[in-house]
């Protein structure tokens, strides 16, 4: 199973290509399936990210028809920050059809996560580990997420020379927030943007997830454009497979179905 969990489109605020153009680049590249998570953002208060879901869903149907080799799956990437956050997103998803839910922390405080303003005044420890717990104090709002996004989102555009995010960044926080995913059913995802050029890190991160019950993980590339569809999806798997991790799961409907790793 090659599938890409975590793309966006034009229908996200900073979307670069098409969701046909995607659909196709997938095609191209041999993937088995793709879903289309496209940003729902409230935690940036007045500043809202809101797709328009009804002409997505229709562009999706004719996508199905004009790609018949390829599984195209409807989902959303939803900003979490606080109940009331979380309630916009749930209002503006009401009668929309989902397979799919990552829950993603972008934003400290109202400061987004990888802005200067963020990382000023911090060391990178501090830096890291305020991003950990405020996944840990929003991952109880959203309780329709299927996965947790990029939890080392706070990384991906960090000034440092080692810029992985490390376990040992906040273990006892990590341990929480893996006990509690665990528990619900649900998982996190392998986001192979976070690492941009660097080599895999997350080896710790997904070891410890298995070991405090973890059952599963989706991939994506987090693309914003379509060149990179797919990418890095076979270090992911591979990382997933270290960790012990044995099932890569794809939804429908909101259900995991699973692959053996
Ligand atoms: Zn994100
Ligand atoms: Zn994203």
């Known amino acids: 199973m090659y599938a890409d969990y ?34 729902l953002d409230f935690d940036l208060h007045p500043v809202v990210h809101l797709p328009d879901f ?47 839910i990552i829950g993603s922390v972008h934003t400290v405080d109202g400061i987004s996560a990888w802005a200067d303003a963020y990382y000023e005044g911090k060391s990178q420890q ?5 991003y950990v717990e405020t996944i840990w104090r929003a991952l109880p709002t959203l309780p329709e997420m299927n996965v947790l996004g990029h939890f080392d989102f706070v990384a991906k555009y960090a000034p440092y020379p080692d810029r ?30 976070s690492w941009q050029q660097d080599a895999p890190w997350g080896l710790d991160i997904f070891t410890r997830f298995r070991q405090l019950g973890g059952q599963f993980v989706t991939i994506g590339s987090d693309t ?34 699973y692959h053996r790793i």
């Open 224 to 257: 914003h454009g379509y060149e990179r569809v797919g990418a890095r999806f076979q270090e992911a798997l591979a990382l997933a497979q270290a960790a012990g991790i044995p099932w890569l799961a794809t939804f429908s409907g909101g259900n995991p179905i």
């Open 164 to 193: 992985a995010l490390r376990l040992s960044h906040a273990p006892e926080i990590f341990d929480l927030i893996f006990r509690q995913l665990a528990e619900e059913g649900k998982a996190m995802e392998i986001n192979t943007a």
């Open 54 to 100: 009804s002409a997505r869903a229709e562009e999706i149907r004719r996508l199905r028809a004009l790609f018949p080799g390829l599984t195209i799956r409807l989902g959303a990437e939803v900003s979490l920050r606080d109940p009331l956050c979380a309630q916009q997103a749930r209002e503006a998803m009401a009668g929309h059809e989902f397979d799919f």
């Open 126 to 130: 501090e830096a890291y580990q305020l």
């Open 6 to 39: 975590h793309m966006h489109t034009f229908f996200s605020f900073d979307g670069e290509a098409s969701a046909e153009q995607s659909a196709l680049s997938a095609m191209n590249k041999g993937l088995d399936e793709i879903c289309f998570t496209d940003h």
